[in-house]
């Protein structure tokens, strides 16, 4: 084999070597793109069920609180009926052995002072926020793992 044969014989051996190195780099990058890629799909789903859960909480406080409101509306009108039947000669007496008590007394609440005032009405439990920190290592050891120690 002459010189110039040797030559173009090593440079076809490098070109096959750095072809078939550079086809392996190149599903790499590609690898490495889709993994980028879903990663970022991971904190895209987090912020849209944040939001998600955000929204459904504050549809649930709108609903008790709608509720609640009922509650009161009806608890007022049953009182006025009582109040009507009894002003049209009813004793409490036959209206309560008839299954109509009279209305409850309104119930005072009291708030320790420490505690502010609610936003929702009276006897309404708000539902609390996610904490999506809640259970990660973010918030220290667990207690397994505070026991392996």
């Known amino acids: 084999m002459d010189a110039r044969d040797a030559r173009r014989?090593?440079?076809?051996?490098?070109?096959?070597?750095?072809?078939?190195?550079?086809a392996l780099i190149g599903e790499l990058g590609v690898a490495a793109a889709r993994h980028?890629?879903?990663?970022?799909?991971?904190?895209?789903?987090?912020?849209?069920?944040?939001?998600?859960?955000d929204e459904a909480r504050r549809r649930g406080n709108q609903l008790v609180r709608d509720a609640q409101t009922?509650?009161?509306?009806?608890?007022?009108?049953?009182?006025?009926?009582?109040?009507?039947?009894?002003?049209?000669?009813?004793?409490?007496?036959?209206?309560?052995?008839?299954?109509?008590?009279?209305?409850a007394a309104p119930r005072r609440r009291t708030r320790p002072a420490d505690r502010p005032a609610s936003a929702t009405a009276p006897g309404v439990r708000s539902i609390a926020p996610h904490d999506p920190t809640v259970g990660t290592q973010a918030?220290?050891?667990?207690?397994?793992?505070?026991?392996?120690s």
Do not use: M
């Open 9 to 22: 014989a090593a440079e076809k051996a490098a070109r096959d070597l750095i072809s078939t190195r550079a």
């Open 70 to 103: 009922a509650v009161e509306v009806t608890a007022a009108a049953c009182a006025a009926a009582y109040d009507s039947a009894t002003a049209a000669g009813w004793t409490p007496a036959e209206l309560d052995q008839l299954g109509f008590p009279g209305p």
């Open 36 to 53: 980028t890629d879903t990663t970022n799909a991971v904190t895209d789903a987090q912020h849209h069920a944040e939001a998600l859960l």
């Open 139 to 148: 918030d220290g050891p667990t207690a397994r793992q505070r026991a392996a």
